[in-house]
């Protein structure tokens, strides 16, 4: 399945924006869908993950009670809604999928095998 990352944009410190990742085919039930962002001269960092399975959905300590991760079946999108951005949420975000995290291991950039190519979401102060 080829995924593709969409959504971002120049927004203001407190602005909201809403990530969509699309997937060509159709999210297996097995699949864990994660979101990630790196910033310029960072690694990439974990963000939230979203498991079609029991619809449960995971998140970074810094994003939160801001950012929802959701899916919609009908659509084969998973979803980032991005509240309160801040400045250092800048980054180019990327949607991945992993038929293979476990609860210890879903943080990790390596157990996600699918990638987008990512879309810019730039914060301004």
């Known amino acids: 399945v080829q995924l593709q990352a969409s959504g971002g944009g120049l927004v203001q410190a407190g602005d909201s924006l809403r990530l969509s990742c699309t997937a060509s085919g159709y999210f297996s039930s097995s699949y864990t869908v994660g979101w990630f962002r790196q910033a310029p001269g960072k690694e990439r960092e974990f963000v939230a993950t979203f498991r079609w399975s029991g619809r449960r959905t995971y998140y970074a300590d810094s994003v939160k009670g801001r950012f929802t991760i959701s899916g919609d079946n009908a659509k084969n999108t998973v979803f980032l809604q991005m509240n309160s951005l801040k400045v250092e949420d800048t980054a180019v975000y990327f949607c991945?999928?992993?038929?293979?995290?476990?609860?210890?291991?879903?943080?990790?950039?390596?157990?996600?095998?699918?990638w987008g190519q990512g879309t810019q979401v730039t914060v301004s102060s």
């Open positions: 991945a999928t992993s038929t293979r995290a476990i609860s210890s291991t879903l943080h990790e950039p390596w157990t996600y095998s699918n």
